[in-house]
């Protein structure tokens, strides 16, 4: 389940640093990926050897080695992670989050992430009590940052109260329930189709069109906040695979019709991409060279596998709900109405692609939601809101049945 999570483990200059190498090892033993950043004040407790055998990755240590900038910069760090886990979380580190300071690599780090953060505070009582230790608290909270802990008990200075870290097991559990699908989809297997595809004319030039699939991606990512499971079968795009998604990269329209099929069965398929119709019959073998003559190759096309029709008919494992997009230059609420029935899908997205719209490539979509009995209009908002109210709207209709 937790395959290919990855964590990045920032570790600060608290005593309980001691403990974050058994961390390491229980988090790996759940299949978690786990990266580390050492402060200058958590080396007096833990050394990068010893975080580095058990993580059996590079730890990472200076904002301003050239090294890690140019290889894995704190941007960068920030992001490859699916989880920011801050163990132990010093009183100074949270005062620097809570304030937006950075002045080294950890706090860095965390200033520059929209990566879901963890905190595992670890401080004497009194500077746990502490009114500014408090107020960074809750500004950290209410920015969304987890906190677990800290336990009450005798402390490393002698004395006794709040501030003890939680212990190694439950911060491994606390981790393992942050990555527990919640929400409506939970139990619901989706696949979403997105982007172009490109279909080889030689092994330099190829057909596509404009598609950047902002679009589908964005469905992929909603689907999985609402807890579904959600393989996403790609053509080539720019757009950063969606965080809690199976991402499937393909080319042509064949090796997506493969990739969707081999994601049966589902219950939720929504085809958002935007599959060449055509392709080249006989695909050269080496590129096509001009050879002064004038003549222009003589291209015969053949007709892709309708993906969204083959999945919408599939005899034994036709997902319960199948949606489609319709991307139309002119009549769009015509020609998705009959697309919809011919293709014989549950509902249809129809939108308006002409040049003026700036749909293809765009930020924005306008869409007109087609049923068999059911017809909408939703206002122009970006695909992100289309992909949040489609979501919903799926949610809402798999509730109803």
Not at 105 to 128: G, I, K, Q, Y
Not at 163 to 177: F, W
Not at 327 to 332: K, L, S
Request: some cysteine; charged content about 25%.
């Amino acid at each position: 389940m937790y395959q290919k999570k990855r964590i990045l483990l920032v570790v600060t200059g608290g005593i309980a640093a001691y403990k974050t190498p058994e961390l390491v090892r229980r988090l790996r033993e759940r299949s978690f990926d786990v990266r580390c950043i050492l402060t200058k004040a958590a080396r007096e407790f833990v050394t990068p050897l010893a975080l580095s055998a058990v993580s059996n990755d590079k730890v990472y240590e200076n904002l301003f080695d050239l090294d890690d900038e140019s290889e894995m910069g704190h941007i960068q760090l920030s992001r490859s992670a699916d989880l920011i886990l801050v163990a132990p979380a010093t009183a100074d580190i949270m005062a620097k989050a809570a304030n937006g300071l950075a002045n080294d690599l950890a706090s860095t780090t965390l200033l520059a992430t929209d990566t879901p953060v963890m905190m595992a505070p670890a401080m004497n009582v009194r500077m746990w009590d502490h009114p500014a230790t408090q107020q960074n608290v809750k500004t950290l909270i209410d920015r969304g940052v987890t906190m677990v802990g800290p336990l009450e008990g005798d402390m490393a200075c002698g004395e006794y109260g709040m501030g003890r870290m939680t212990d190694v097991s439950e911060l491994v559990e606390a981790v393992c329930a942050h990555f527990k699908p919640t929400g409506p989809l939970v139990g619901k297997k989706a696949l979403v189709t997105s982007g172009p595809t490109h279909e080889p004319i030689d092994p330099v030039r190829y057909i596509a069109n404009r598609s950047s699939g902002k679009q589908g991606h964005a469905i992929a990512a909603e689907l999985a906040k609402l807890g579904a499971e959600v393989t996403l079968v790609t053509g080539p795009t720019r757009q950063p695979d969606p965080k809690g998604v199976r991402v499937v990269a393909i080319e042509s329209a064949r090796d997506m019709l493969a990739a969707c099929e081999a994601a049966l069965p589902c219950d939720i398929a929504v085809f958002a991409a935007a599959v060449a119709d055509w392709r080249v019959d006989m695909e050269a073998d080496q590129k096509l060279k001009k050879d002064g003559s004038g003549k222009i190759p003589d291209l015969q096309l053949t007709e892709n596998p309708d993906i969204l029709a083959t999945i919408s008919q599939h005899k034994s494992q036709r997902p319960g709900l199948v949606i489609g997009f319709a991307a139309e230059t002119e009549h769009v609420i015509d020609h998705a109405t009959q697309k919809r029935a011919r293709k014989q899908c549950d509902w249809i997205l129809a939108n308006d692609v002409s040049p003026t719209t700036g749909t293809f490539g765009g930020d924005d979509n306008t869409i007109h939601l087609i049923t068999p009995d059911h017809y909408e209009d939703w206002p122009k908002s970006s695909k992100i809101e289309v992909a949040q109210r489609l979501a919903a709207k799926i949610a809402d209709h798999l509730k109803e049945d």
